[in-house]
């Protein structure tokens, strides 16, 4: 595998490697994302299933912190500002990009570094965790001590809608998780008392519009 490299968005578009309507490149133009790091021939960036579910979180259980883990190109680090977020720890092995992203912005910390090693970075209100399809079975054994770092809501990537089967036994017979679905993909959304109803009514708005 070629070092994986940050890249912009505008030369992944006028290259022909990513067309302009796609849901990464219209999410990223909209947040103000020009970097994305390329691995061989390939770009991770923020899908449209994450940002929407993450967006309708931050607006209705209003953080203070937030830990964006597996953070990729800092694109849900940089919504979460937006939504006035003031406290944010990004953590990536590859933070390049998101470096370049999130210049400027404040109260951002930038972590290089192993994101399966959660434990040490504190607690927050909001997690969001987007891993590579390979950890989301290691992430998911880690739920009980991903509820130990967050105080309100956790969300987290379980793949696509044809691997929900076989994601949903790691998550049966735990108390205070819902799956959502939004745009193909599945994500674990869970929460601590008091925020039940808040993200019971996100799923029905997400789901069912
Ligand atoms: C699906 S992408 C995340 C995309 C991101 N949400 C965005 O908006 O750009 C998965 C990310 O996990 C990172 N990664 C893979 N293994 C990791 C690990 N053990 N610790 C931290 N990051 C890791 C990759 O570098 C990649 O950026």
Same mark, same amino acid.
């Given at each position: 595998m070629l070092k994986p490299r940050p890249v912009r968005l505008s030369w992944l578009i006028r290259t022909g490697r990513l067309s302009e309507f796609s849901?990464?490149?219209?999410i990223s133009e909209k947040?103000?994302?020009?970097w994305l790091m390329m691995f061989d021939e390939y770009v991770y960036g923020p899908g449209p299933g994450i940002v929407e579910l993450l967006d309708l979180?931050?607006?209705y259980v209003k953080p203070k912190s937030f830990l964006d883990?597996?953070?990729g190109s800092g694109a849900l680090s940089k919504l979460a500002s937006l939504r006035g977020v003031k406290?944010?720890?990004?953590?990536?092995?590859?933070?390049?990009?998101?470096?370049l992203n !999130? +210049?400027? =912005?404040s109260g951002v910390e930038i972590i290089k570094g192993d994101a399966m090693d959660f434990s040490r970075l504190g607690m927050y209100d909001v997690v969001v965790a987007d891993p590579p399809r390979e950890l989301i079975d290691d992430f998911l054994e880690k739920v009980?001590? !991903? +509820?130990? =770092?967050?105080?309100?809501t956790c969300l987290i990537w379980i793949g696509d809608i044809e691997e929900l089967e076989e994601r949903s036994s790691l998550l049966e017979g735990r108390k205070m998780v819902k799956v959502i679905r939004a745009w193909g993909d599945c994500f674990a959304t869970l929460w601590k008392p008091g925020f039940g109803d808040i993200v019971k009514h996100i799923k029905d708005l997400i789901e069912y519009g």
């Open positions: 849901p990464t490149a219209l947040l103000g994302i020009d979180i931050l607006r883990l597996f953070g406290r944010i720890t990004y953590i990536d092995l590859y933070p390049d990009a998101a470096t !999130l +210049r400027g =912005i009980d001590d !991903l +509820r130990k =770092i967050f105080k309100k």
